[in-house]
């Protein structure tokens, strides 16, 4: 972050944002074990002028110290945050097993204690630490870049032969690691580690340290492991397990971050979301996760579906895109930099062989997490506070696995796959091509919206369906089934269509507000036939009671780890308060804690198949014919009803009174130091307020003004997470008035010439091509889902702003910001540290003392506070 932050050619702190911002474009740096990447992007024709700017930083960075200061407290605030993710504390705990002195066994991200107010203790000067480790790392013989541009390759070279040549080279050799192998050769590593997490979960974690795999990355030994042991479909590992009712999910192999693999070593881990009865089982449940053999035949099948996928690739995000090359620019050999992560190049028994003779049961280290584990684990880890034990794994364990144990005969390797594509032709128009998306069904069972891609050119396309029902919104018991029938659904769907999955067909199934929504994508040959396999599975639903308990208990899990999150809270709070009839996730809570049936599940399913609105969009390489055949059976399979009357797929939006009110309540995570404050104001702002309340006040690290659509209805909201040990919820918005007012002032001072930058900028934002199909599809679906149909938004939005004049924004601004305006302020505050069991899930209404929101109405009973308010009519844009 430091290197952002000025250099002597542009010093002022946080230009180079600023001047992203003014011509559409942003930046990003991450930080991993061994290397930083730095990235940014911005309208071509400011290209070659960024590229100066951001080459200073590598160049001559000013690194002025108070700005240190102020950036070691983003960085605490950084941490203070992710503090409460357990994967987070997982990996840290992980680490501290490496051999001492190793890289590893270091705190790995940074904090107040150990970059301020420990090396002041021990007299090291932490500015001239930073100014060295620049000197020795920032240095031009190890760093790697990538530019892309619509300008020729030779104008780019010329360009970053001009202006990189200044930056630095320190001469010393490439750091290196490699001397440092076998860091999990300890004895704290091969035990069992039982760790109390933060959310409301049980998993159990099988991890094993092997030599550093990166140059086998031809092969890709681990990455074919991990297909096999995540294999979903018959015969598989998870299927097995699903089949026992002991786990809900499996995720094997090396996520290939720098924590899981370096110069080192490398990890394989299989993490396994865990069933209460999976908990009680889980020495039976690794033993299942061991698989003997592999076969050439799938290796090349692997091979056939990653090459198609490469070859038929949609374009990615630019940024993204230089971000990867980058990164494999320090990976792989020249020839290599465009396929080294991608493709697996050739079969090599014996490298795999080897890889897989070190993945033995009684060679691996497990970490099991439950809330269960509470009060019996007394030690602590020292950066996350994680409590934990270590316990020796039983030596009945051990020694079944250290012998020739029988595998289970139901385990067995993958069939051939009937999903992968082999048509790759593009297909002829059968009727006039659109601009935007055509209704070509329209009856009163639904609809359907197809447009034919001339523009992309790949063999690929999407299928999206929304099942519209109103039984959905009934009541929170509804909502629950709602979400355990999808839950349920995407289970009974995982084996049949796991080869899908596998052939580059995705699917996903979201539990929608207002109704189901079925989402395909992938090669177009093979789209049909997984459509098929969904409605089939849909029309014949039916689950046992040990699925239904095991997600019964799964969703009160899923809403509780909602509510400990005091942005998700905050989110919920503000949301119940805007949207009338809306059900809290409390509500949820409470109604799947009391206890629903089978029965009940069965009811309301019949009832949500019998009535039904389904409207869908066909968009890809599909005839309009072809597009027709999803329609179909959809309506022909399901048999269900006209819905008696539209059902509005918004909620109406209560109109807040024109005064200033406020809901403070406590966190439901006990000891969570972390608060969130959202001032919204019903009815664009960015840089500034970052500049403002992150970088000069460092109130936190997550600091976000958005502009909000609640139902159609819109208005604009300021959010900053922080730590409330740090400053009240009261100062916060105190601060991001403050920060409003200045930004009035700032906008009234505007000049023509910047006032028409911004909007420009705006402008060449909403004209930027789209880099892939997905793009255009989201946006069409936005307009289907909402019921809008405004597919040219885009363009009627900016023929709105090429007409738009500063002082509408200032009298627009001005007048939402009076006394009189409609304004809601959410506080989530810490909660002290009580036990979970003391928690039931109401919200506690704190009061507010401070002087500056004396004239603010408190609301501590949310329903009949809005009970009184009229209602705005639902949002629909006519012409």
């Known amino acids: 972050s430091m290197v952002f932050m000025g250099s002597e050619k542009y010093p002022a702190e946080n230009g180079f944002d600023a001047f992203l911002k003014k011509h559409g474009g942003s930046d990003n740096a991450s930080t991993d074990c061994e290397r930083t990447i730095f990235q940014f992007d911005v309208q071509r024709k400011h290209f070659r002028d960024a590229l100066d700017r951001w080459a200073q930083f590598f160049i001559c960075p000013l690194m002025i110290e108070d700005a240190v200061d102020r950036e070691v407290e983003a960085v605490d605030s950084e941490f203070q945050l992710a503090r409460p993710s357990d994967s987070h504390r997982k990996e840290m705990l992980f680490g501290s097993l490496a051999k001492p002195g190793h890289p590893m066994s270091k705190f790995c991200w940074g904090n107040a204690q150990t970059l301020k107010h420990e090396p002041r203790e021990k007299q090291i000067n932490s500015y001239e630490r930073l100014r060295d480790f620049w000197r020795r790392y920032y240095s031009a013989q190890y760093m790697t870049l990538t530019v892309q541009s619509k300008e020729t390759l030779d104008t780019l070279e010329e360009w970053v032969r001009e202006i990189f040549i200044r930056v630095p080279n320190n001469g010393e050799p490439r750091p290196d690691f490699s001397h440092l192998q076998q860091p999990f050769d300890t004895p704290a590593f091969n035990k069992l580690y039982r760790v109390v997490p933060v959310r409301k979960v049980h998993a159990l974690t099988i991890s094993w340290a092997v030599p550093p795999q990166g140059k086998h990355y031809r092969v890709k030994p681990l990455h074919y492991i991990s297909w096999l042991i995540g294999h979903e479909g018959t015969g598989s590992i998870l299927s097995l397990l699903r089949k026992k009712c002991w786990a809900l999910a499996l995720f094997g192999g ?469 730590q409330a040990t740090k400053f009240s919820s009261e100062f916060v918005e105190a601060k991001i008035e403050e920060f409003l007012v200045s930004f009035g002032e700032c906008l009234s001072g505007l000049s023509d010439e910047a006032f028409g930058t911004q909007v420009t900028a705006l402008i060449k934002l909403k004209e930027c091509e789209d880099a892939h199909l997905g793009e255009e599809v989201d946006r069409n679906w936005f307009e289907v889902v909402t019921q809008q149909y405004v597919f040219d938004r885009l363009n009627k939005e900016i023929e709105v702003l090429k007409t738009f004049t500063q002082q509408e924004l200032v009298s627009w601004f001005l007048e939402h910001r009076n006394n009189s305006s409609r304004k809601l302020s959410v506080h989530v505050s810490k909660q002290e540290a009580v036990f979970l069991s003391e928690l039931r899930f109401e919200l506690t209404f704190v009061p507010t003392s401070s002087p500056s929101l004396q004239d603010t109405t408190l609301i501590t009973d949310i329903r009949a506070f809005t009970s009184s308010l009229p209602l705005n009519p639902y949002h629909k844009i006519i012409n």
Request: charged share 25%; hydrophobic share 40%.
């Open 254 to 722: 090396n996520s290939e971050t720098g924590f899981d693999q370096n110069t080192t070593y490398s990890i394989f881990s299989i993490s396994i979301t865990l069933t209460d009865q999976g908990y009680q089982n889980f020495y039976q449940v690794h033993t299942h996760t061991y698989m003997l053999g592999f076969h050439i035949l799938i290796y090349e099948e692997i091979q056939k579906i990653e090459a198609n996928e490469f070859h038929y690739q949609e374009q990615t995000d630019p940024i993204e895109f230089v971000e990867n090359i980058c990164e494999n620019m320090q990976l792989f050999p020249k020839q290599d930099f465009l396929t080294g992560d991608q493709l697996m190049f050739e079969y090599d028994p014996q490298v795999i062989n080897a890889a897989l003779s070190l993945l033995k049961p009684d060679r691996a280290n497990l970490l099991l997490l439950s809330p269960e584990n509470e009060g019996c684990c007394l030690l602590k880890e020292k950066w996350f506070g994680t409590c934990y034990s270590v316990e020796d794994i039983p030596e009945e364990w051990a020694e079944r696995w250290a012998g020739d144990f029988e595998l289970n005969p139901e385990l067995h390797l993958p069939a051939e796959n009937k999903f992968i594509a082999t048509d790759f032709t593009l297909k002829t128009s059968d009727c006039p091509d659109t601009e935007y998306p055509v209704r070509i069904v329209n009856s009163e069972r639904g609809c359907l919206w197809y447009k034919k891609d001339n523009k992309f050119k790949i063999p690929k396309a999407y299928i999206r369906f929304h099942l519209i029902s109103p039984m959905i919104q009934k009541s929170p018991e509804n909502l629950v089934l709602f979400d355990l029938f999808v839950n349920i659904l995407a289970h009974n769907l995982a084996e049949p269509a796991y080869e899908a999955d596998v052939a580059q067909l995705e699917y996903k199934l979201v539990a929608g507000e207002h109704g189901l929504m079925i989402r395909l994508k992938g090669f177009n040959h093979k789209l049909p036939l997984l459509l098929h396999l969904i409605v089939d599975q849909l029309a014949d639903f039916s689950t046992e009671q040990s699925v239904f308990t095991m997600f019964s208990e799964q969703l009160k899990k899923t809403y509780f780890n909602i509510l400990i999150k005091p942005d998700r809270l905050g989110k919920d709070i503000r949301l119940l308060i805007l949207e009338h009839c809306r059900w809290s996730v409390i509500q949820k809570y409470r109604a799947v804690s009391k206890g629903l049936t089978v029965d009940d599940l069965m009811t309301f399913v019949r009832g949500l198949k019998a009535e039904l609105y389904a409207e869908g969009l066909v968009q890809g390489n599909f005839t309009s014919l072809s597009a027709l055949m999803s329609h179909q059976p959809v309506c022909r399979k399901l048999q269900f009803q006209p819905l008696p009357a539209d059902v509005p797929v918004l909620f109406r939006v209560v109109e807040l009174p024109l005064k200033h009110h406020l809901c403070k309540v406590k966190s439901l995570n006990k000891g969570d130091a972390n608060s969130e404050v959202t001032v919204y104001y019903q009815m664009h702002m960015e840089e500034p307020c970052f500049d403002f309340l992150r970088t000069k006040e460092t109130l936190g690290y997550q600091v976000y003004p958005t502009c909000r659509n609640t139902s159609g209805v819109l208005g604009f909201s300021v959010t900053v997470e922080t």
